[in-house]
């Protein structure tokens, strides 16, 4: 059984934008990040009904299945549907991103485990101290014609359809997330970003960050990004645990927002 020793979490508005449509649940043992569409209200209200279903549904202290996980996620899928509506051609008006991990205990193994989750482009990263490895696969317009050959991981970075997300929380009457199972061993570090991170700041950035090993990472990685540029909402967390008997206390977790106002942004918008 694994002990958390370190979580931090950050949510800022970034340097342009005039409104956080990301929000983050970090409770145990829910950690996870959404990134809202729709505009201003909208997405602000479909990334808070996500996370605020997924808090009541998994129970902090608990140790749901992984089955359990993913019935949270239709739960949360059908309250953002239901109150983001539909325009006149029956698409959804709002949506938001939901990735992240959750601790679960698997029946069939007798054990516990780290779930990662996924469905959008928000990320999930692991970090051993020496590499940074993305555990998530984006569901965005160009990670298609990345994965087909067809674009450069460059180009997909300026492209013209670098915001339009193929899958998103909100969007259809069933949500098809993206699962895997990771063992709890030894020392381990993740990351879960929403897209305001990995838009301003490159994975070896990043992993130059995190090797610094500052005790408030998120907020040093949202300041980054913030200097980067800041073009969108940018919301972090890093979560620190070890697995063992000697592991340390847990500590309590770190939250901090901010609010900057700004001139211009980018934002993340279903596939049509």
Do not use: K
């Not at 959404?34 to 998994?58: C, P």
């Amino acid at each position: 059984m694994s002990s958390l020793v370190g979580v931090t979490v950050r949510s800022d508005t970034g340097a342009v934008r005039h409104v956080n449509e990301d929000s983050a649940l970090a409770q145990d043992p829910v950690f996870v990040v959404a990134d809202g569409m729709g505009g201003h209200a909208r997405g602000d209200l479909a990334s808070r009904t996500a996370v605020e279903s997924l808090a009541r549904t998994l129970q902090p202290g608990t140790r749901p299945t992984p089955l359990e996980v993913v019935t949270a996620i239709d739960e949360a899928n059908a309250a953002v549907r239901s109150l983001s509506g539909a325009d006149e051609s029956g698409a959804a008006v709002a949506g938001t991103t939901l990735t992240g991990i959750v601790r679960v205990r698997v029946p069939e193994l007798a054990s516990e485990q780290w779930m990662v989750v996924n469905v959008g482009d928000s990320r999930v990263y692991s970090w051993d101290g020496r590499e940074l490895r993305q555990l998530t696969v984006d569901h965005s317009a160009v990670q298609e014609l990345v994965d087909a050959g067809l674009i450069t991981e460059a180009q997909a970075a300026v492209h013209p359809e670098r915001n339009v997300i193929t899958r998103a929380l909100g969007a259809e009457d069933f949500v098809d997330t993206d699962t895997e199972l990771v063992a709890e061993q030894g020392r381990q570090t993740f990351l879960i970003c929403s897209d305001g991170l990995t838009r301003e700041l490159s994975d070896q950035r990043i992993a130059e960050i995190l090797a610094q090993g500052h005790p408030d990472p998120a907020s040093v990685l949202v300041d980054a990004a913030n200097e980067a540029g800041g073009h969108d909402n940018i919301t972090v967390i890093v979560i620190e645990s070890v697995t063992g008997d000697d592991a340390p206390a847990p500590v309590d977790t770190r939250d901090r927002a901010n609010d900057d106002d700004g001139r211009e942004f980018e934002d993340t918008q279903p596939r049509e």
